[in-house]
């Protein structure tokens, strides 16, 4: 190329030094531009609605010197249509997303909407993992891939990114776990603190999962509550091929904390005081029309089973038709039975209210059984609360169901007093 060496010989000196100048610049701003960085995230615990009660994790990549800070969230669903949105959910069809917005939309709903502490721990990722995790995010972020089946305690916005991070590290993470070992609480434990504040929230919980809500939690499934998760990465290490360890998080701040602390506000509006209450009235209206000597079964006990077996169609439909998990064996359906919408039909039909006592006799049985069951757990859980959680097949209830198998025990048991023996 005999003209570029020509064009290069004359060239003034001036321009062969403004020329390496901007060489050397260019290559200056190359070599000390700042790297990307990623960081979990986690917004702490609100009352504002159930489903933020554990709070919320997601991953931010952060980068000054390319205008780059995104957050990915795998907390995304969509209502659409309500009606369809809760059908699918019972039916355990829970299709959550992945998305990326700017962090500072996030944040401000975080601090101006939910008002929560939001704490960030800096991950210590070399440059090869930054890349790695990046591009997977980015690939796990296309609208083919996006979508997820959401699954409370087992795949939910804590546990996706821990997954995504321990797939793209150089080697492997030490949680510095002792063998995975259990702790001494169960899921159902961990809901009850988490609502301690939203008593009907818990008490539905209790209705609709089944026994494993009573198993305990190892160290390694604790981590799908996003604080906890949190406390466990900073003291996480990253081990490679030959046995190096760094820790996995390089610092750790808040980047808000919250003055506003959630207080339980004492209500008479509770499940225990509310089925206490109705439960001494049942013991009401049964003594005052037994004395009268009146058949009061026909009206009063068709409406008074039909409460608990429409429950019972709920109980019955997550228990063996859901895709939901910790939702059977569910022995709540001994008492929230669905064959209770039998007792209008036989109270109502003359023909068949000879059935009544065999009604009645399943009635009672079945709830003996629930209630002897809970009295066992609750006397377990007092006794060794660690033995019951780690060892027991058992499922605990809600006090506030005491109230209610009393109820249906009194039913079927003043029903059989009366008309068992000649019915």
């Not at 390694?220 to 900073?234: A, Q």
């Not at 409406?303 to 109980?315: N, P, R």
């Given at each position: 190329?005999?003209?570029?060496?020509?064009?290069?010989?004359?060239?003034?000196?001036?321009?062969?030094?403004?020329?390496?100048?901007?060489?050397?610049?260019?290559?200056?701003?190359?070599?000390?531009?700042?790297?990307?960085?990623?960081?979990?995230?986690?917004?702490?615990?609100?009352?504002?609605?159930?489903?933020?009660?554990?709070?919320?994790?997601?991953?931010?990549?952060?980068?000054?010197?390319?205008?780059?800070?995104?957050?990915?969230?795998?907390?995304?669903?969509?209502?659409?249509?309500?009606?369809?949105?809760?059908?699918?959910?019972?039916?355990?069809?829970?299709?959550?997303?992945?998305?990326?917005?700017?962090?500072?939309?996030?944040?401000?709903?975080?601090?101006?909407?939910?008002?929560?502490?939001?704490?960030?721990?800096?991950?210590?990722?070399?440059?090869?993992?930054?890349?790695?995790?990046?591009?997977?995010?980015?690939?796990?972020?296309?609208?083919?891939?996006?979508?997820?089946?959401y699954s409370f305690?087992?795949?939910?916005?804590?546990?996706?990114?821990?997954?995504?991070?321990?797939?793209?590290?150089n080697g492997t993470?030490?949680?510095?776990?002792?063998?995975?070992?259990?702790?001494?609480?169960?899921?159902?434990?961990?809901?009850?603190?988490?609502?301690?504040?939203?008593?009907?929230?818990?008490?539905?919980?209790?209705?609709?999962?089944?026994?494993?809500?009573?198993?305990?939690?190892?160290?390694?499934?604790?981590?799908?509550?996003?604080?906890?998760?949190?406390?466990?990465?900073?003291?996480?290490?990253?081990?490679?091929?030959?046995?190096?360890?760094?820790?996995?998080?390089?610092?750790?701040?808040?980047?808000?904390?919250?003055?506003?602390?959630?207080?339980?506000?004492?209500?008479?509006?509770?499940?225990?005081?509310?089925?206490?209450?109705?439960?001494?009235?049942?013991?009401?209206?049964?003594?005052?029309?037994?004395?009268?000597?009146?058949?009061d079964y026909i009206?009063?006990?068709?409406?008074?089973?039909?409460?608990?077996?429409?429950?019972?169609?709920?109980?019955?439909?997550?228990?063996?038709?859901?895709?939901?998990?910790?939702?059977?064996?569910?022995?709540?359906?001994?008492?929230?039975?669905?064959?209770?919408?039998?007792?209008?039909?036989?109270?109502?039909?003359?023909?068949?209210?000879?059935?009544?006592?065999?009604?009645?006799?399943?009635?009672?049985?079945?709830?003996?059984?629930?209630?002897?069951?809970?009295?066992?757990?609750?006397?377990?859980?007092?006794?060794?609360?660690?033995?019951?959680?780690?060892?027991?097949?058992?499922?605990?209830?809600?006090?506030?169901?005491?109230?209610?198998?009393?109820?249906?025990?009194?039913?079927?048991?003043?029903?059989?007093?009366?008309?068992?023996?000649?019915?």
């Amino acid at each position: 190329m005999p003209v570029k060496y020509y064009m290069l010989d004359y060239m003034p000196n001036k321009y062969i030094k403004y020329l390496i100048t901007m060489l050397l610049t260019v290559m200056s701003l190359t070599t000390h531009a700042e790297k990307s960085v990623f960081s979990l995230v986690t917004h702490y615990q609100t009352e504002k609605a159930v489903y933020t009660a554990w709070g919320h994790s997601a991953l931010r990549i952060k980068n000054d010197s390319l205008d780059c800070d995104w957050i990915y969230n795998y907390g995304l669903f969509s209502f659409g249509d309500y009606t369809k949105f809760v059908y699918n959910f019972v039916l355990g069809r829970t299709d959550y997303m992945v998305g990326s917005q700017r962090f500072i939309n996030s944040f401000r709903e975080a601090v101006h909407y939910k008002k929560v502490s939001v704490r960030e721990a800096v991950l210590n990722l070399t440059d090869e993992e930054v890349d790695r995790l990046d591009k997977a995010l980015q690939e796990n972020e296309r609208p083919e891939n996006c979508v997820y089946r959401y699954s409370f305690f087992f795949d939910n916005c804590a546990t996706r990114p821990r997954l995504m991070l321990e797939k793209c590290v150089n080697g492997t993470i030490d949680y510095h776990f002792t063998d995975d070992t259990l702790t001494a609480q169960s899921y159902r434990q961990n809901i009850g603190e988490r609502l301690s504040n939203s008593p009907w929230f818990n008490f539905g919980i209790y209705i609709c999962l089944g026994e494993p809500t009573d198993r305990n939690m190892s160290d390694s499934l604790r981590m799908f509550e996003p604080v906890h998760m949190h406390d466990v990465f900073t003291r996480a290490e990253i081990v490679d091929s030959l046995g190096n360890r760094r820790p996995l998080v390089t610092s750790d701040k808040f980047l808000q904390r919250s003055e506003i602390t959630s207080k339980c506000q004492w209500t008479l509006f509770t499940p225990n005081i509310v089925f206490w209450v109705m439960f001494l009235l049942v013991v009401a209206h049964t003594i005052f029309y037994y004395r009268r000597k009146k058949d009061d079964y026909i009206w009063f006990d068709s409406a008074f089973y039909s409460l608990y077996g429409i429950l019972g169609i709920l109980v019955f439909f997550l228990s063996f038709i859901s895709e939901h998990a910790c939702v059977f064996p569910n022995y709540n359906i001994l008492f929230f039975s669905p064959l209770y919408l039998l007792c209008p039909v036989l109270c109502l039909v003359k023909r068949f209210r000879p059935a009544l006592k065999y009604f009645h006799i399943f009635a009672f049985v079945s709830v003996s059984i629930a209630l002897l069951m809970a009295m066992v757990s609750d006397i377990w859980i007092w006794v060794d609360n660690d033995y019951f959680t780690k060892h027991t097949c058992l499922q605990s209830f809600h006090p506030a169901f005491y109230p209610i198998m009393l109820s249906l025990m009194l039913r079927s048991g003043s029903w059989m007093w009366r008309y068992g023996v000649r019915r």
